[in-house]
């Protein structure tokens, strides 16, 4: 009995607790810090994930609410943009769509499929055929999916901003109104 209540609020705590919270602060007078344009919010995403202490923080932060996908793709995308070699680039290129692009990818992003580069990125993934074919890949191929992976992953910084903020704000100057 316990245990499912446990399993229960958890839910509530991960799942719906936020979107109420963020539904408060919207019907209030007071704007909040530029969520309909995303503007200073994404610079904030930004600032932390290119911390390495606050990245990890973060990543771990996700973790706990299960739902890291969306960090993890980031660092893939910024780790992919750092690689010289077009080689090793297309093997993270196929590890990056196995991992997180395809459907059923054990952390498939929640991404609309249509839009964002995945069609192009599909078509390249599928034209390789497992061959160890050296096409050049560019380095902003993910730039549509990174935005997206940010865009979603507002709803949890607001989250991990509310019990981390006296320290971005010392450590990163990251200040929400």
């Not at 390495?52 to 996700?62: A, E, P, T, V």
């Not at 093997?91 to 990056?96: A, G, V």
């Not at 459907?103 to 390249?124: F, M, Q, V």
Request: some cysteine.
């Amino acid at each position: 009995m316990f245990i499912v209540f446990g399993c229960i609020w958890d839910t509530f705590v991960a799942h719906f607790l936020p979107v109420f919270i963020y539904q408060r602060s919207t019907s209030s007078s007071k704007p909040r810090d530029s969520q309909s344009s995303g503007g200073n919010s994404s610079n904030h995403i930004k600032k932390c994930l290119t911390s390495k202490k606050w990245n990890s923080k973060f990543l771990l932060f996700n973790e706990k609410s299960y739902c890291p996908e969306d960090v993890m793709m980031w660092n893939a995308i910024e780790q992919f943009k750092m690689i010289k070699s077009n080689k090793k680039r297309v093997e993270l290129f196929r590890t990056i769509v196995k991992t997180y692009v395809i459907l059923g990818a054990p952390l498939e992003l929640n991404i609309a499929r249509s839009t964002n580069g995945i069609p192009e990125i599909i078509e390249i993934y599928n034209s390789m055929n497992g061959t160890n074919l050296e096409s050049i890949i560019s380095i902003s191929i993910f730039n549509e999916i990174q935005q997206v992976c940010e865009h979603n992953m507002l709803d949890s910084f607001y989250r991990f901003h509310s019990e981390f903020g006296k320290e971005l704000e010392k450590e990163l100057s990251i200040k929400m109104d």
